[in-house]
């Protein structure tokens, strides 16, 4: 009985959590436009993701989380190139 609890409050965090995220994903789209908001999905996507293969002992999952990190750094930079 206790498992069902908790699972239910996890499943309720996770729908707050993700409530909070989408409205700020919907505030960047409508201040910024589609683009922005596609970039900024794509980047906290690869941030969620990238950061525990970075804390991971298994060489792959390292080296998946660097590529990962590294494709946020050349976005930046293409999109910097561009705004100036």
Not at 23 to 42: E, F, P
Not at 47 to 59: A, D, E, T, W
């Amino acid at each position: 009985m206790i498992g069902i609890s908790i699972t239910i409050k996890r499943v309720l965090l996770i729908a707050v959590f993700l409530t909070i995220v989408g409205i700020m994903r919907g505030i960047i789209y409508l201040k910024y436009g589609i683009g922005t908001a596609i970039i900024a999905h794509y980047v906290y996507n690869t941030v969620i993701i990238g950061i525990p293969l970075l804390r991971s002992q298994n060489l792959h999952f390292l080296i998946s989380g660097m590529i990962e990190i590294l494709m946020i750094v050349i976005l930046g930079k293409q999109l910097r190139k561009k705004m100036l």
